[in-house]
């Protein structure tokens, strides 16, 4: 069961333009999210983050939204450069026992920003 | 201050053999996890060590083990490998199991099983 999707595998956008990236979650007892990006043949560096308490959180070219009620977020980056074409993995925590928390990943959106 | 270093980098294993793969967290860290990156699964998470102790489980079979030492450095053991548990092993490390914000990952061991 995938409990957080990110539907589009590959995303194509024009330097200076806005990207657009999301994810759709299914376990209302997700209470964090993030974002990270993934360049080939390195590990993943995080991006962004917002609590489930809040509904936009901004750094920079990048936005995180999220909207609760449909259990979607989004990432915004813009203006988007060639440097940004990486894989982007949306991640959302939970309390699994005690004070444990764990990630659930997507599978990840391939962006790729033409100059 | 280095980063996350994994040992091997590629790997080459045939059905039926076992595996074992290393991780050595950012000096300090005591949280390290292990994630398996597939094209088709994209990132599941294996298991979540702190203090030597496992403090979280994905849902992966048995033969998937880990460990990790008093230094922080950690250990994953996949025995009777398949073909399907070709991947990349992606470790990460924390200072402590909550800050994913800060979870630092390495550049993974990717693992060919023929």
């Known amino acids: 069961d995938q409990q957080v999707k990110q539907n589009s595998p590959s995303l194509s956008v024009q330097e200076g333009r806005i990207s657009i990236l999301n994810c759709d979650y299914t376990n209302s007892m997700f209470d964090y999210f993030l974002w990270y990006k993934k360049y080939p043949a390195e590990g993943p560096t995080f991006l962004i983050s917002?609590?489930?308490?809040?509904d936009k959180n901004e750094d920079g070219r990048f936005t995180v939204f999220l909207n609760k009620s449909a259990k979607h977020l989004s990432l915004h980056i813009v203006p988007s450069q060639p440097g940004d074409s990486a894989v982007y993995f949306c991640a959302a925590r939970k309390l699994s026992g005690g004070s444990n928390y764990k990630l659930t990943f997507g599978k990840g959106t391939l962006l790729t920003v033409n100059p | 201050k280095a980063g996350v270093t994994q040992t091997p980098r590629y790997l080459i294993k045939t059905r039926g053999q076992q595996v074992t793969l290393s991780c050595s967290p950012i000096s300090g860290h005591r949280s390290v996890s292990w994630y398996q990156q597939t094209p088709g699964q994209g990132l599941q998470f294996l298991f979540e060590?702190?203090?030597?102790?496992?403090?979280n489980k994905g849902n992966f079979p048995g033969r998937f083990s880990g460990r990790q030492f008093s230094n922080s450095r950690s250990e994953m053991n996949v025995s009777t490998l398949e073909l399907g548990d070709s991947a990349l092993y992606l470790c990460a490390s924390s200072l402590e199991s909550r800050g994913f914000e800060t979870q630092y990952f390495g550049p993974g061991t990717r693992l060919l099983v023929l």
């Open positions: 060590y702190f203090s030597e102790t496992q403090r």
């Open positions: 917002i609590s489930s308490i809040k």
